[in-house]
């Protein structure tokens, strides 16, 4: 088992900036993809941002040149800068983990943090 503690969301502005951040403890494999997916009222979970322990990267095209993933795989935690925020940036934001690359048999999600961007 895998367990993702979010942390950093919260109410900005547009054209603002917020900093997620996301601790994995328990059965970490040390090969695996971490990152971020957001779901807003009435629409599906959708891809943010994933990187991979060696570092791939891969966001969705509505974030690309405005928010940075990044990882510290010593302490299993995963970051999301976001800036130039968005009204249509606002969702609650779920921290992903899989051991690999997914598609995977087993992946894991926290329980959400909310980014509200108000314009």
């Known amino acids: 088992q895998v367990q993702l503690v979010e942390s950093g969301g919260g109410l900005v502005q547009a054209g603002g900036s917020l900093r997620l951040s996301c601790a994995a403890s328990g059965s970490i494999f040390s090969i695996n993809t971490m990152g971020w997916y957001r779901q807003a009222p009435g629409k599906r979970r959708e891809l943010v941002a994933t990187?991979?322990?060696?570092?791939?990267?891969n966001y969705a095209d509505s974030v690309k040149g405005r928010f940075t993933i990044s990882r510290d795989n010593a302490k299993n935690t995963v970051y999301l800068q976001m800036n130039s925020l968005k009204p249509e940036d606002t969702s609650v934001y779920y921290c992903y983990y899989c051991r690999g690359v997914p598609p995977a048999k087993y992946d894991y999600w926290g329980q959400g943090t909310q980014v509200t961007v108000s314009s």
């Open positions: 990187i991979t322990s060696g570092g791939s990267t």
